[in-house]
């Protein structure tokens, strides 16, 4: 039994020292002022907007959002004309038709956003053999959320120090599990023209797109927080009745 008890405390350690660098990391985030913060906080659809532009246009060719359909786009502030466009430029498989053979088509509304590759191991091998992961969930999976992301596409990104050796095809990230990432920067000044005319600079695109990241994660947090609200507005005057009625029930008793 004490030998048990000595390799559960010795696993203990282990796991703690491969914690440590992580969470002193993730300790030392620089938090970002988000509008969607708070109980009344909300989605900026300007943002949103821009950071499914740069969602499209740079992370897009290696990360899906598997949970998000184009009729979902409306949502961003966009009516539904542009989601049919946006949906138009891109292809799917659709059928069988009538001779039993699948097809290509324009996506319609209905279609979720179609994955960068068409399996695990096309990503791999498109990618160094790292896998891409997922972005539908990504702001809510990871310690820290939207100010983790941000920091990992501003500043995380820097030269290794001296004792560090990167495995080939890998970079350094301060702010990421390891510190070595198979991501390179992502994001450069003016890798987007934003619609709007905003100054398309790093700082800006990490913002814009993080927003975008925290609403595909999280797209009914308005509703919630406003239910919030009703519900403790509700309880508020549902204590006061009841507080009003004890007081006219027990004044009736002699004390």
Same mark, same amino acid.
């Given at each position: 039994?004490?030998?048990?008890?000595?390799?559960?405390?010795?696993?203990?350690?282990?796991?703690?020292?491969?914690?440590?660098?992580?969470?002193?990391?993730?300790?030392?985030?620089?938090?970002?002022?988000?509008?969607?913060?708070?109980?009344?906080?909300?989605?900026?659809?300007?943002?949103?907007?821009?950071?499914?532009?740069? %969602?499209?246009?740079?992370?897009?060719?290696?990360?899906?959002?598997? %949970?998000? #359909?184009?009729?979902?786009?409306?949502?961003?502030?966009?009516?539904?004309?542009?989601?049919?466009?946006?949906?138009?430029?891109?292809?799917?498989?659709?059928?069988?038709?009538?001779?039993?053979?699948?097809?290509?088509?324009?996506?319609?509304?209905?279609?979720?956003?179609?994955?960068?590759? #068409?399996?695990?191991?096309?990503?791999?091998?498109?990618?160094?053999?790292?896998?891409?992961?997922?972005?539908?969930?990504? #702001?809510?999976?990871?310690?820290?959320?939207?100010?983790?992301?941000?920091?990992?596409?501003?500043?995380?990104?820097?030269?290794?120090?001296?004792?560090?050796?990167?495995?080939?095809?890998?970079?350094?990230?301060?702010?990421?599990?390891?510190?070595?990432?198979?991501?390179?920067?992502?994001?450069?000044?003016?890798?987007?023209?934003?619609?709007?005319?905003?100054?398309?600079?790093?700082?800006?695109?990490?913002?814009?797109?993080?927003?975008?990241?925290?609403?595909?994660?999280?797209?009914?947090?308005?509703?919630?927080?406003?239910?919030?609200?009703?519900?403790?507005?509700?309880?508020?005057?549902?204590?006061?009745?009841?507080?009003?009625?004890?007081?006219?029930?027990?004044?009736?008793?002699?004390?």
């Amino acid at each position: 039994m004490m030998r048990g008890l000595m390799g559960a405390a010795a696993a203990a350690i282990v796991l703690v020292g491969l914690a440590g660098p992580a969470t002193a990391a993730e300790d030392k985030l620089p938090a970002q002022n988000w509008s969607f913060d708070g109980v009344f906080g909300s989605y900026d659809r300007a943002a949103l907007q821009r950071g499914f532009q740069v %969602y499209q246009e740079v992370c897009a060719g290696c990360h899906g959002v598997k %949970y998000i #359909a184009f009729r979902n786009l409306t949502e961003l502030g966009l009516d539904e004309g542009q989601v049919k466009a946006i949906a138009a430029e891109y292809e799917v498989e659709g059928g069988p038709d009538d001779d039993g053979e699948m097809f290509t088509r324009p996506a319609i509304l209905s279609d979720y956003l179609p994955e960068p590759f #068409a399996n695990d191991n096309a990503a791999r091998a498109s990618n160094n053999g790292a896998l891409p992961p997922d972005l539908s969930l990504m #702001a809510k999976a990871r310690t820290g959320g939207p100010d983790y992301l941000y920091a990992l596409l501003t500043d995380g990104y820097a030269d290794p120090p001296d004792d560090v050796m990167l495995g080939e095809g890998m970079s350094y990230n301060r702010y990421f599990r390891g510190n070595q990432i198979a991501m390179p920067p992502p994001l450069d000044d003016d890798a987007v023209e934003y619609t709007d005319g905003t100054s398309a600079t790093v700082e800006q695109m990490s913002l814009d797109v993080v927003h975008f990241l925290m609403w595909a994660a999280e797209p009914k947090l308005e509703a919630r927080k406003r239910m919030g609200i009703k519900v403790i507005l509700f309880l508020l005057v549902l204590t006061a009745l009841l507080y009003a009625s004890k007081r006219r029930i027990w004044s009736r008793v002699d004390h």
